[in-house]
Each structure stands twice: as structure tokens, then as C-alpha cells.
């Protein structure tokens, strides 16, 4: 799949984009995946970035479908399994990006505490630009620690019975549901009471 398509789906092009088009690419790869989009494959993503997104694309592993798995520890690590063999690949990100200009360090800052001034936001478009070039030109190795995980991958999303909330009478899955003096309730109903 190209850069283009997955930057139209995006919405823009970024250094995380970019970033996730690499990883994408380069699990694929180490799996030696015929095709792309693979069912038996599992995503297990450690954090909520853009990168994400072309993960998704890519592999075929999406939230929706339950194969793709976040984790939420802020960390740059993408670990792929495909059921079938046991075959298992983790990217770990080491990229550092090119250093940054003073003008641009400062930029940044300001651009964090609400600065939205041309003179800000151009310099911090010009930065993106450079790390996602970056990005796009560096190899696998200077992208990545790549490492072949032994442990199992992570079980399947299981079935959960569906249960009607006591308050507002809308079905919810049973592990969902908090115990309260009216009922089994959903978790925005029990945060009303
Ligand atoms: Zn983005
Ligand atoms: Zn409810």
C-alpha cells in the first residue's frame, strides 16, 4: 500500500504517520507476509498515536476487528503475532530524529503554550517535515530494534453476554456493568448516580 492512500485515510502527513508506515512495512516483511492484510495476524500497539493509523491500513489488524490490541504505555514498541506458526516479530523505535535548530527548540515551546503566531507554527511545520523526511530515508536498523518475542500471542477477544442497563435501559456487555443499588448499570449511568 502507498504513502499517499494512507495519508489520504490520515487526513495529513506526519512524523508518526510515517513513522507507522515503516513499522507496517518492516513487520510485514520480517513475517514475510504474502499479503498484507492477513487475518491470522495480531497487533499489539503501546501507545495511541498516528502511527496507529497506518498500522492499521497496512496489516489489516484494526480495533474494530479486534486484532489489533492497545496497550497504553506510552512507549514506541509494535509487536506483531501471526496465530497460525507462532511466528512473532517486535519493533522497538530507537530513531532519533536530527537535532533541532535553537530557533526550533524554541519554537516548540512556545508552540506548546498556545502560540499560534505564522512566524511559530511555520517553524514548527518546517521541523514535522524534516523528521518525517527523516523518517521515510532512514533504514530498518536505525529505525528500529527488531527482536523475534517467544511468548504466546494474546488471547482472542472474548464473547460476553449482553445485559440490559438497570437506568437507562440501553444493552451493555456484562463485564461493563458496575453493581449498584439499582441494578447492573453501565459504566455513564453509574457515574451518574
Ligand atoms: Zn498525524
Ligand atoms: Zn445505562
Not at 476487528?65 to 517486535?90: E, H, M, P
Not at 472474548?158 to 447492573?184: F, S, W, Y
Amino acid at each position: 500500500m502507498e504513502l499517499d492512500e494512507i495519508v489520504r485515510f490520515h487526513g495529513h502527513l506526519c512524523p508518526g504517520l510515517a513513522l507507522g508506515f515503516r513499522v507496517a512495512n518492516c513487520a510485514v516483511k520480517e513475517l514475510g507476509l504474502s499479503r498484507s492484510a492477513d487475518e491470522e495476524l495480531v497487533a499489539v500497539v503501546e501507545n495511541k498515536s498516528c502511527a496507529v493509523d497506518a498500522i492499521q491500513m497496512i496489516t489489516g489488524c484494526t480495533a474494530g476487528k479486534g486484532n489489533l490490541i492497545f496497550r497504553d504505555y506510552g512507549k514506541q514498541v509494535y509487536t506483531f503475532f501471526r496465530r497460525g506458526d507462532g511466528q512473532a516479530v517486535r519493533l522497538a523505535v530507537r530513531f532519533i530524529p536530527p537535532p533541532e535548530s535553537p530557533e526550533e527548540t524554541a519554537a516548540w515551546a512556545r508552540y506548546r503554550a498556545g502560540d499560534e503566531s505564522s512566524e511559530v507554527t511555520s517553524l514548527v511545520s518546517r521541523r514535522k517535515g524534516e523528521k518525517t523526511r527523516a523518517i521515510l530515508a532512514a533504514s530498518d536498523e536505525e529505525l528500529f530494534t527488531v527482536s523475534r518475542p517467544s511468548e504466546p500471542p494474546p488471547s482472542e477477544a472474548q464473547i460476553h453476554p449482553t445485559v440490559t442497563c438497570a437506568v437507562c435501559g440501553e444493552m451493555v456487555m456484562e463485564p461493563k456493568t458496575r453493581r449498584d443499588p439499582r441494578g447492573l448499570v453501565c459504566i455513564p449511568c453509574s457515574q451518574k448516580s
